[in-house]
């Protein structure tokens, strides 16, 4: 028998479900003439607030980004507030792909010595973040920044730098703290009752942002056999066997199809083949998301009452918010609705 | 004796300077001519490279569109912030006189090392509009040589023709014009030496 709290969350997680935008609104804001319309057309429910509060005048693909990245945040910390227990402990840590990004984005600066201020990153309390942002912030280099992931979950992230030094760029550090992200949010999930299904869902997405990112590099001409020495570790986050993924590794991109065919990910294979074959690095990352997505959702569907649509749940709130922002910025843009690349 | 002829005297001493003049001034026309041949032939040279210029133009578009795709894809911010793990981009204009023509190369100080961008997307529209920026100042390049040497080549023959046409000719004339002076004072010199000669040999003219 399931426990109450679990019985909340997931009651409470089909309840805010139903505050995201469907297909059908999708539909309709990719007609609308303009981005004033679109801004009033999407200005309800959870968006009411932060987008009646831009002048309209100020209304631009960046402003509505913003509003609609605050929104994002609101509703991932939300849903902390609402569980309990160990799914708190889970959704809590789930959350922390906020911090990586402004992680990611001090770390960004850091390495090539620009400036980078709390502007630049995404808001979110303190409370919700491992890391001392501000003294990553005043760190005067590289070095430094990544000095203070040291008491941080995300210390193993360190040893990745030698590999951005050497390809110049810092990629592999946050290709490491991503890892360790996932290596918690999984470790999290499993001590959740029922939580195989959830940790399967993370190793799903996991393995899809590192097929995108090995096949994106390959695609670029760039360098991935140094990952080899990860392959273990990277592989227990993914549906492959370590031996597959070496050979994921070492293939050349359209070779690399074929591996894919030999592990858990045979079904991305469909999705993301033409983009390889084609070159493409942007299809390639929205074929990679639009699979990721169909595979959330049928698997939400077919656990409507375990933790996973919670987890689902999590994942719509990220991707209403990237279709918001790409419908944002293509009507700014003056972009085809059938132009729209909407998940 | 000497004439007045367009503000120099025919004297022996000024043939000998214009005949020198023009010799120099002819001199100077030749040097003009390989300068205009030489610069025909280097914008001939460079005229194919400005065909280019719709190739260029449409991978730039090409490039812009994939941006557009792109940007609509991944957002703003992750643009933004994949930018700054880029250095900056520094070119340098070094002036350069080519026969008397200014003009001016484009060497690139530093490169932007845009292969950093850890974002595949950003980094991929990145490269391509980096690749055709390239390209387009190649071409702006080429394009300011060609309006300097263009503009230089039509100076270069309108000084060929005036020297051809006009300050050759009106030399000519003075040289020729002094000769004729001098022969016929010759002449009238030689016709009186021997009127007097002839007068005092008590010959009846």
């Known amino acids: 028998?399931?426990?109450?709290?679990?019985?909340?969350?997931?009651?409470?997680?089909?309840?805010?479900?139903?505050?995201?935008?469907?297909?059908?609104?999708?539909?309709?804001?990719?007609?609308?003439?303009?981005?004033?319309?679109?801004?009033?057309?999407?200005?309800?429910?959870?968006?009411?607030?932060?987008?009646g509060s831009i002048p309209r005048e100020q209304i631009n693909g960046k402003t509505l980004a913003s509003a609609f990245g605050e929104v994002y945040v609101e509703r991932f910390l939300y849903a902390i507030k609402i569980s309990s227990g160990k799914v708190k402990n889970f959704v809590d840590m789930f959350v922390r792909r906020i911090e990586i990004e402004n992680i990611k984005r001090i770390l960004r600066a850091k390495f090539s010595g620009r400036a980078v201020s709390e502007e630049d990153l995404i808001k979110v309390p303190?409370?919700?973040?491992?890391?001392?942002?501000?003294?990553?912030?005043?760190?005067?280099?590289?070095?430094?920044?990544?000095?203070?992931?040291?008491?941080?979950?995300?210390?193993?992230a360190i040893e990745f730098s030698q590999y951005a030094k050497s390809i110049g760029s810092p990629f592999p550090v946050e290709l490491g703290i991503e890892t360790e992200y996932f290596r918690r949010v999984v470790n999290t999930a499993s001590k959740v009752k029922k939580g195989r299904e959830v940790e399967k869902l993370l190793k799903v997405e996991y393995g899809t942002k590192l097929i995108y990112y090995i096949l994106s590099i390959k695609i670029l001409g760039g360098q991935v056999i140094y990952l080899e020495k990860y392959s273990d570790k990277m592989s227990r986050l993914m549906l492959i066997e370590p031996y597959i993924f070496n050979d994921f590794i070492r293939a050349k991109e359209d070779t690399a199809l074929d591996v894919l065919n030999r592990s858990g990910y045979k079904w991305i294979v469909k999705y993301i083949e033409e983009s390889v074959l084609k070159r493409s690095v942007s299809d390639l990352y929205y074929w990679s998301s639009k699979a990721f997505k169909e595979y959330a959702e049928s698997y939400a569907a077919r656990n409507p009452l375990n933790l996973v649509f919670l987890l689902w749940y999590l994942y719509s709130v990220e991707f209403e918010y990237r279709n918001l922002y790409t419908i944002a910025l293509a009507k700014e843009l003056d972009v085809k609705p059938e132009d729209i690349p909407i998940l | 004796m000497s004439h007045n002829i367009m503000g120099v005297s025919a004297a022996r001493g000024t043939l000998l300077a214009m005949r020198q003049q023009l010799k120099f001034i002819k001199k100077g026309k030749e040097i003009l001519e390989m300068k205009r041949d030489r610069i025909a032939g280097?914008?001939?040279?460079?005229?194919?490279?400005?065909?280019?210029?719709?190739?260029?133009?449409?991978?730039?578009?090409e490039a812009y569109n994939s941006f557009v795709n792109a940007l609509i894809k991944v957002g703003i911010e992750e643009f933004m912030n994949n930018s700054k793990v880029v250095s900056e981009f520094r070119v340098r204009l070094i002036r350069k006189l080519v026969m008397g023509v200014?003009?001016?190369?484009?060497?690139?100080?530093?490169?932007?090392?845009?292969?950093?961008?850890?974002?595949?997307?950003?980094?991929?529209?990145?490269?391509?509009?980096?690749?055709?920026?390239?390209?387009?100042?190649?071409?702006?390049?080429?394009?300011?040589?060609?309006?300097?040497?263009?503009?230089?080549?039509?100076?270069?023959?309108?000084?060929?023709?005036?020297?051809?046409?006009?300050v050759i000719p009106m030399y000519e004339d003075l040289v020729r014009y002094i000769e004729d002076r001098l022969m016929e004072d010759m002449l009238e010199e030689f016709?009186?030496?021997?009127?007097?000669?002839?007068?005092?040999?008590?010959v009846k003219i």
């Not at chain 1, 319309?37 to 607030?49: L, P, Q």
């Not at chain 1, 919700?128 to 979950?153: G, K, Q």
Request: net charge negative; hydrophobic share 40%; charged share 30%.
């Open chain 2, 191 to 202: 016709v009186r030496t021997k009127y007097i000669v002839t007068r005092k040999k008590g």
């Open chain 2, 102 to 166: 200014e003009e001016f190369d484009i060497e690139i100080e530093s490169e932007p090392n845009v292969s950093a961008i850890p974002n595949p997307v950003v980094q991929d529209i990145a490269m391509k509009l980096y690749n055709a920026f390239l390209k387009m100042i190649k071409l702006a390049e080429t394009e300011n040589k060609i309006e300097a040497l263009a503009l230089d080549l039509m100076n270069t023959a309108r000084k060929v023709n005036a020297l051809d046409k006009i």
């Open chain 2, 42 to 61: 280097e914008l001939n040279q460079l005229l194919p490279e400005v065909r280019n210029r719709i190739v260029v133009e449409d991978e730039l578009m």
């Open chain 1, 1 to 51: 028998m399931m426990r109450p709290d679990y019985i909340y969350i997931i009651t409470r997680a089909h309840g805010l479900s139903t505050h995201l935008f469907t297909e059908d609104d999708y539909k309709s804001f990719v007609r609308l003439p303009d981005i004033v319309s679109f801004a009033e057309a999407v200005s309800k429910g959870d968006y009411i607030r932060k987008i």
């Open chain 1, 126 to 156: 303190r409370e919700f973040t491992y890391v001392n942002i501000v003294a990553m912030l005043e760190s005067p280099t590289f070095d430094d920044a990544l000095y203070h992931l040291t008491p941080s979950p995300y210390k193993e």
